[in-house]
Each structure stands twice: as structure tokens, then as C-alpha cells.
């Protein structure tokens, strides 16, 4: 059983809240690999206007196979209401999703944005084939601030979400 936690993070929220998945997860004996998408970026209001109209970040790999992984999470932060770019051209060159389950979530500030851009990562991966997507989202102070509520947060939120009974339904396979 593999699980992918595919991300990007600019500030390091999104990161601590990917690592925190991986922890827990990986208590439950699963295997996970934390794959951090790197990119290109500039001011806030470049990075804003790109993410608003959906501007792909420009990278060298052609595509990401999936096809070793049973359960994909994405997470991005919120930027102008959407995914990043990064995210975006992962969204759209990721292949092997095919009839398998997953999970997206957002880190944000305000929380303005923050459906749409879920909504908007969702549509992607539908198109790739996922099965079933469970959405959830964190804020940056939940993140940046008390760990053990960080942890719990994401405790409920694992315990929850169909990632516990639809990863041991793969284990046991
Ligand atoms: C360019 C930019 C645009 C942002 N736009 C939004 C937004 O529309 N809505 C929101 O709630 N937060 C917004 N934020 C806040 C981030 O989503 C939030 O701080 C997030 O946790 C950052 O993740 P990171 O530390 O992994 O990069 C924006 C931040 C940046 C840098």
C-alpha cells in the first residue's frame, strides 16, 4: 500500500502540514513518499495573477507517474483563490490516476478562495480518473501555530475522511 503526498509550498505551510500527513500516516503503517514540487516564482502580485488565470509553471519533466501509488493527496496553498502553478502543471502531466481514490487539501490565509480552489483541483484530477476525492483544508494558523493542535486537527480530520478505511481496504487486498 503507497500513498503519494504530492505539494507544493512556497513558506512552508503546506509542508508542515504535508509532513504532518506523512507522520500519521506512516504510524498506521503506510507507506508514503512526500513528493514536493519545486518552481519558479516571483512577487506576491505576479504569483497571484498567474495562479488567477490558471498559468501553468514552466518545468523541465514531462510528466508524473502515478501508477506505483493506490492513493494520491495533493495539497496546495491558496493563491488568488486557486491552486498554484506548480500544482496546475502537475494537474495537468500526472498520468496513472486511473480508478484509484485520493485526497486534495488547501493551506490558506484569510480563506477567501479557498472552495474554488479546491473545486478547481478536484475538476483536474476527475478528468485523470480518480474515483473518489476527499477534500479538506487547513488554515496558515492552525499550521503556524500550537503542534499538538496542528496534530490533532489532522488526526480528526485523517479519522474522518474515507483515506483511513479506503487505504487499509488496498492493504488488505
Ligand atoms: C501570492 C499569494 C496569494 C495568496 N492568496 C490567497 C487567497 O486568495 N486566499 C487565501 O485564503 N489565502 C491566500 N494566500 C495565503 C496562503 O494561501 C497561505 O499563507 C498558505 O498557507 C501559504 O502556503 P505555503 O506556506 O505552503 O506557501 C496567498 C498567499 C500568497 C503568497
Known amino acids: 500500500m503507497k500513498v503519494a503526498i504530492v505539494y507544493f509550498s512556497l513558506t512552508g505551510n503546506t509542508e508542515k502540514?504535508?509532513?504532518e500527513i506523512?507522520?500519521?500516516?506512516?504510524?498506521?503503517?503506510?507507506?508514503?513518499?512526500?513528493?514536493?514540487?519545486?518552481?519558479?516564482f516571483g512577487t506576491f502580485l505576479t504569483n497571484s495573477f498567474k495562479a488567477l488565470f490558471r498559468i501553468?509553471?514552466?518545468?523541465?519533466?514531462?510528466q508524473w507517474?502515478?501508477?506505483?501509488?493506490?492513493?494520491?493527496?495533493?495539497?496546495?496553498?491558496?493563491?488568488?483563490?486557486?491552486?498554484?502553478?506548480?500544482?496546475?502543471?502537475?494537474?495537468?502531466?500526472?498520468?496513472?490516476l486511473e480508478g484509484k481514490n485520493g485526497a486534495i487539501f488547501v493551506t490558506y490565509g484569510s480563506g477567501t478562495g479557498k472552495g474554488r480552489a479546491l473545486r478547481i483541483m478536484k475538476k483536474e484530477l476527475l478528468l485523470k480518473g480518480l474515483k473518489e476525492i476527499y477534500s479538506f483544508s487547513l488554515s496558515d494558523k492552525i499550521i503556524s501555530g500550537d503542534a499538538d493542535k496542528l496534530n490533532k486537527k489532522v488526526e480528526f480530520i485523517l479519522a474522518s475522511s474515507p483515506i483511513s478505511y479506503k487505504t487499509s481496504e488496498v492493504k488488505n487486498e
Open 17 to 19: 502540514a504535508a509532513i
Open 22 to 40: 506523512e507522520n500519521q500516516l506512516e504510524k498506521k503503517n503506510i507507506q508514503v513518499s512526500r513528493i514536493k514540487l519545486e518552481g519558479n
Open 56 to 62: 501553468k509553471a514552466k518545468t523541465e519533466q514531462l
Open 65 to 96: 507517474d502515478m501508477k506505483e501509488f493506490d492513493f494520491i493527496i495533493v495539497g496546495s496553498p491558496v493563491w488568488a483563490f486557486s491552486p498554484t502553478p506548480q500544482i496546475n502543471t502537475f494537474l495537468k502531466k500526472c498520468i496513472g
